[in-house]
């Protein structure tokens, strides 16, 4: 009979992840959980910023809390001291230099190969894919060696654009790959509209590709510039004693002075300060990268 039939009840549709991610965050107890993480990461950073602002003779006797019962005490004199010797203007400016080439031409060169990777095809491609996948696993201490011996024999050894290559040598495979992921989201039938419409694949890629994946690579503009910012290692091997960058200069400074507070917490915290203006001015597309892909 019609009236004993039952209409199936329609299937409730799932909340996306970063939805529910976002209605989690509202709760008071998470949010006071986030700001008690977020005061304890704070405080070796607001510590490293009262030292440098403190003078010797205080440092030396008092520790950095005293300063927020006396912020009097507090001053510029350790910055001025630092900047007027023109070592840390110049290894500042150095590692600009190395900073900005390494990640640009990562991201330009990870966003050509990952698009090729994803849309085009040519012999062998997913072999070479699996070979650049592979290098994810080469730890970075396995080629100091043999790259430097390299770099000796073409004249780029102790030159900023040694450290440079290296950089962007060791840093393509995980670009590449995550470059590749993300233009495999893109929807296959947009492609193939554009590719009707008379476009060719570089239009494409300019016009269409690249704005789709903005969040990808402001995410991976940060994490390339974050890496070899904050470098030392690297640099302290390929970089020559007249282009070293401020990681290298503070490593020097803490093997001549010791605990000389007055020289390395300054320098420091200029190391410091210029990645976290890179981060929350690229915040938001940080986020989008990161949250790109959880769901369909």
Known sequence: MMGDETL??????????????????RSWT?????????????TP??????????????????GWWTALTSPSQLGFENYSALL????????????????????LLTVAVAALAGYAFAWLEFPGR????????????????????PVAKLMGAVGLFGTIPGVVLFHVGYGLPFAVFLMRGHFLEIPHEILEAARVD????????????????????ASLCIFQFLWVWNDMLVALIFAGSDNQPLTVLLQSQMRQFGSNLDVLAPGAFLSLLVPVIVFFSFQRYFVQGAMAGSVK
């Open 8 to 25: 199936p009840t329609p299937r409730t549709r799932r909340t996306p992840l970063p939805a529910r991610l976002v209605k989690l965050t």
């Open 30 to 42: 998470v949010q006071g959980i986030l700001a008690l993480t977020a005061l304890v990461w704070l």
């Open 45 to 62: 950073t607001v510590g490293l910023l009262f030292s440098s602002l403190r003078p010797k003779e205080l440092s030396a006797g008092s």
């Open 84 to 103: 007027q010797g023109g070592d840390v203007l110049g290894a500042l400016w150095n590692t600009v230099l190395i900073a900005v080439p390494a990640t």
């Open 126 to 145: 997913d072999v070479v894919f699996l070979v650049v996948v592979g290098l994810l696993v080469v730890p970075v201490q396995i080629g100091l060696i």
């Open 198 to 217: 008379g476009c060719g694949e570089w239009r494409i890629f300019r016009t269409l590709a690249l704005p789709l994946a903005a969040p990808a690579l």
